[in-house]
């Protein structure tokens, strides 16, 4: 199991990113995902989840409204669209999966997103 993270950077405020994570080494489309993040000194927090279908999204009260995680089940990556960015959102954005068989998480290397002025 592979899944790199990318789309991570410097943004202002009120801005936007998309992060996206690539995945590779599993069946994609059986699979939900998950964006979690972590700030510095503090816990590594869930953002988002999506099932494997795609049909079914929950998100941390935190970001709802603003973020919106999908998937592309043919492209086998997943997304994490993030508007109106506010500097509490900045942390390293880890993409995630549990095994629905084995319930072995993986976890990719995460990507830097920093919102400052």
């Known amino acids: 199991v592979q899944l790199v993270e990318s789309g991570g950077g410097l943004v202002q405020p009120g801005g936007s990113l998309r992060l996206s994570c690539a995945a590779s080494g599993f069946t994609f489309s059986s699979y939900a995902m998950s964006w979690y993040r972590q700030a510095p000194g503090k816990e590594r927090e869930l953002v988002a989840t999506?099932?494997?279908?795609?049909?079914?999204?929950n998100y941390a009260d935190s970001v709802k409204g603003r973020f919106t995680i999908s998937r592309d089940n043919a492209e086998n990556t997943v997304y994490l669209q993030m508007s109106n960015l506010k500097p509490e959102d900045t942390a390293v954005y880890y993409c995630?999966?549990?095994?629905?068989?084995?319930?072995?998480?993986?976890w990719g290397q995460g990507t830097q997103v920093t919102v400052s002025s």
């Open positions: 999506i099932r494997a279908a795609g049909d079914i999204t």
């Open positions: 995630n999966t549990v095994s629905p068989w084995t319930r072995r998480n993986y």
